[in-house]
């Protein structure tokens, strides 16, 4: 295979892998009843009049799977970063103690699991069409090189099972976000 044809086949599975590497990180975000730092992520608190995010101005940990500790670096904040959490919206009812806040992550209802199960299929629905977007473009760049129309079709056919090994790659990473959500 000829060097342009090998940088658009590698440019494609770049592209891919990107996708699938987006997939996972939004993925993330969709808790699935187990307490986790990163569902404070969007969390951002007034530090001097300067929006910050909570990571920078506390530490969070899990002290179990129902509970989520912030333990701030500075007591003053304590306040700002319960206002943080109630304007982020993002349903949990942090409780002040003077020292940390403590937020106790609700079990999940049944629909809700249903809807997150969605909410993750729809992920994974983008990140198919980004991979077939890529293939797509990939497959207009081969036709545009230079090389030999036997030469333009084996890197067709490469593009076509790397969109098809990204793929089973994401039905899986669903499969496996799909049963943790739905697991009481």
């Not at 084996?154 to 994401?170: G, M």
Request: proline share 4%; charged share 25%; with cysteine.
């Amino acid at each position: 295979m000829n060097e342009e044809l090998q940088f658009i086949l590698d440019s494609a599975k770049e592209s891919m892998q990107g996708a699938v590497s987006h997939l996972e990180s939004e993925l993330l975000n969709i808790r699935a009843g187990k307490a986790n730092p990163v569902m404070l992520k969007s969390v951002m608190v007034d530090y001097y009049g300067a929006p910050t995010p909570l990571s920078q101005v506390a530490n969070v940990n899990t002290p179990d799977g129902r509970t989520l500790s912030i333990q701030p670096w500075e007591k003053s904040l304590l306040t700002e970063i319960e206002k943080g959490i109630m304007i982020a919206n993002l349903g949990f009812n942090p409780m002040n103690n003077g020292e940390s806040i403590i937020i106790n992550v609700p079990p999940l209802t049944e629909e809700r699991r249903k809807e997150l199960a969605k909410m993750a299929k729809a992920e994974a629905e983008n990140a198919k069409v980004s991979i077939r977007n890529a293939r797509k473009d990939a497959n207009q760049e081969i036709k545009k090189s230079e090389a030999s129309e036997d030469m333009q079709k084996n890197c067709e056919i490469d593009v076509q099972s790397s969109t098809d090994s990204f793929i089973l790659k994401i039905d899986t990473i669903l499969a496996a976000k799909e049963k943790e959500i739905m697991t009481v």
